[in-house]
């Protein structure tokens, strides 16, 4: 379809597409964003992680075990902490909406994002190329590593149809099992995160 004809088409709905976009970024945005922030939250308390979990998406949410914080340190600084994220699309652009990422239009997705405070972005890819060994095992464990990006995270795959069925039921505990699940893999990897941790504060 050229873009003419795209347009057309546009501005004969507009209506609906903007009173779309309203509801979208508006009541169906703070149902998702409280269901995440309920979800995380509950696992952050269990695993007795410290970190701060906002039900506005765009406020941000993050956490880490205490054992990660960094030393002697008056701010809230982490030698590593986990970020929950959107990714951008295929163009290199932010989807329009939070929704639109959990669906994964146009390549764009969510994921946990393992950072750092103690380091600056070239310290930190060097250290991702470098670690061999433990970047090697959490690979194996199922999580995203590019060093030239200085990227190491837990991709999230949401499946479309249950995220709908959620809005429909107003029940998103199966839809969003999977945020829960990548959770789950980096508690289950603390061990090989703490070597991650000691290379770090061996580079501060």
């Known amino acids: 379809m050229s873009e003419t004809s795209v347009g057309k088409l546009i501005v004969r709905h507009i209506e609906e597409l903007e009173a779309a976009l309203r509801f979208v970024r508006g009541s169906m945005s703070q149902s998702l964003g409280n269901a995440v922030a309920d979800l995380i939250d ?10 701060e979990v906002n039900r506005d ?7 880490a075990p205490s054992e990660w914080r960094t030393a002697n340190d ?12 959107e990714t951008d699309c295929l163009d290199g652009e932010e989807a329009e909406t939070w929704i639109g990422a959990f669906c994964g239009f146009a ?15 070239r310290e930190w890819k060097t250290l991702l190329r470098t670690e061999t060994e433990v970047i090697d095992q959490l690979v194996e464990g199922g999580f995203l590593c590019d060093p030239k990006k200085g990227e190491l ?9 249950k995220l709908a069925e959620a809005f429909a039921d107003e029940e998103f505990d199966e839809a ?3 945020v829960g699940w990548a959770i789950d893999r980096i508690a289950k990897h603390q061990a090989t995160f703490d070597q991650l941790v000691s290379a770090i504060r061996m580079k501060r």
């Open 107 to 121: 390549g764009a997705g969510i994921r946990l994002r393992l950072k750092t405070n103690a380091l600056g972005q």
């Open 176 to 178: 969003l099992q999977p």
């Open 153 to 161: 995270a837990a991709l999230i795959s949401i499946e479309k149809d």
């Open 42 to 51: 509950d696992r952050r308390r269990a695993l007795d992680w410290d970190g």
């Open 74 to 85: 008056d701010e809230e600084n982490y030698d590593l902490y986990v970020e929950f994220e």
């Open 57 to 63: 998406l765009n406020e941000g949410i993050w956490f």
